[in-house]
């Protein structure tokens, strides 16, 4: 990566590593990150409408003005506890914000002309103030300033603002400081109007991440909905939501929720730590199923009985795993054995025709290609070079084409059995694409792909490196998991086999 790690290691700790004892009230807060006055960068109009829209929507408004980057992250650093409290969260960019394959920064006042290499320690990256956000799935936004003036750049980075991995439940908003005040100080906030309705009918804005159609970004009771010192009265599912509300539960918490209901058989479609429709519908399914009242929501008592539900379960599960993979390993090495342990070819065959991912598969494996190389020593050079060029494609053409010149040749049955495996993926081309979409929503990054990696080797499973790489040993490991489990054996991650991963069954 082209940027100071240590810088940036610096400023993830400070944004999101902050622990202590500090306590902080529940509020709806606004962090206006504003830097325009910069010493060498073009200087950059004031955008303080902002910061008075939000105040007078009812946020709690903190203005870091111009700070140098050390006092900027100090200043997050101290705020952090009212981060975490916040109902609702607002965090503007109002400055120069440059862009890298890898991540935004906003330039600091005293940054220059920096590139790719040093801007770790130039600017504010963006995505650890994303992962803030994501945790306050449903009520959190970013917003980005469209600055007057470009900023100027050195190489690897180019300046502006292109929203990219945006996490579940942030809203992201870029454009003119006019328009971002405008919307915080007309529709944005009104009870009344979804979130995606009020963007829209702004203009000038480009709008990503978390944008629904049929929910306002503040409830109906918050305090910017209310009478000015009115308590507006509460309905049932309004009082439902303010004890689950309570639980204060973060993302992974959400997660957690989502996987215990997943591995009891209710589907939350997605395991993605937002409660959406999906997810509360299974949560009245398992209510329902447990003799409690079915609202969809949850409170502590709930969420403990759920927990340790899924836990039992999983329990089960894994103990019913490893009983299915003992039998099926015996099974096994038994056919192995009946086949003569790939001591001749038809046996080393009739092996892999069985247990293509077996415990042995890359003995027999292994002695098929011993066999084919004695066999090609044998022939005549022409075959011989037929069969080379056609290993060396490895295509349905190529096997094909040494088929129609050597039907009865000394690879006809190689040939014929590469074909027909050849032919198949092609017919299941189109069904891998959606396999692979799915298995991207779910690990699409090398961090959570290496996690899937560390769980099938600690279950012995073999999936090579743990590096990120699905390669064809990894896929096989997926699939005897998947096996063991009674679960569909594709090699490709769906949420089943991720819950089943991760939650420890």
Known sequence: MLFDKTARALACAALAGMTGTVTATAEDLAILLANTGYATQPAL??????????????????????????????????????????????????GHVVRARTDHWLLAPEAGRVSALGVGTAGLPLGPLLDLAAAHPG??????????????????????????????????????????ADLFDGALFDP?????????????????????????????????????????ALGPEDRLRQAEEALRLSRDERRKTQQSLAILGFDPRG???????????????????????????????????????????????????ARRQAEEEARDSAYWRDTGRAETEAGARAYLDRYPDGLFADIASARLEEFDRERLERIPVQERE???????????????AYLDSYPDGAFAETAEQRLAKRQAAEAEAGQRRDLAAVEDALAGNAVMR???????????????????????TARKAIRRFQQARGLTPTGYLDQATMVRLLIGG
Request: glycine share 8%.
């Open 271 to 321: 395991i993605d730590g937002v409660f959406g429709p999906a997810t509360r519908a299974a949560i009245r399914a398992w209510q329902g199923a447990n003799a409690h009242a079915a609202t969809g929501y949850l409170d502590a008592r709930l969420l403990e009985a759920l927990f340790q539900q899924a836990e039992t379960r999983a329990a089960e599960l894994e103990a019913e795993a």
């Open 192 to 232: 009344g109007i979804p979130v995606a309705t009020a963007v829209a009918d702004a203009g000038r804005l480009r709008a990503e991440g978390y944008l629904p159609a049929n929910r306002a970004f503040l409830p109906p009771d918050s305090d910017a909905a209310g009478a000015a010192g009115a308590e507006p």
């Open 450 to 472: 290496r996690l899937v990696e560390a769980r099938l080797a600690d279950l012995g499973l073999k999936p090579g490196a743990v590096d990120g790489r699905f390669d064809a």
């Open 386 to 400: 037929a069969w080379t060029t056609a290993t060396k494609r490895d295509t349905a053409e190529a096997y094909r």
């Open 45 to 94: 109009p004031d955008s303080r409408a902002i910061a008075a829209a939000l105040r007078g929507a009812g946020f709690a408004p903190v203005l870091l003005d111009d700070l140098p980057l050390d006092r900027a992250l100090l200043r997050l650093e101290a705020l952090r506890p009212r981060i975490a409290a916040a109902d609702s969260l607002v965090i503007v960019l109002d």
């Open 139 to 180: 009520s959190a936004l970013i917003a980005v300033v469209d600055p007057a003036r470009r900023a100027v750049t050195g190489p690897g980075l180019a300046p502006g603002f292109e929203p990219r991995d945006i996490p579940q439940g942030v809203t992201v908003l870029a454009g003119p400081a006019a328009a971002l």
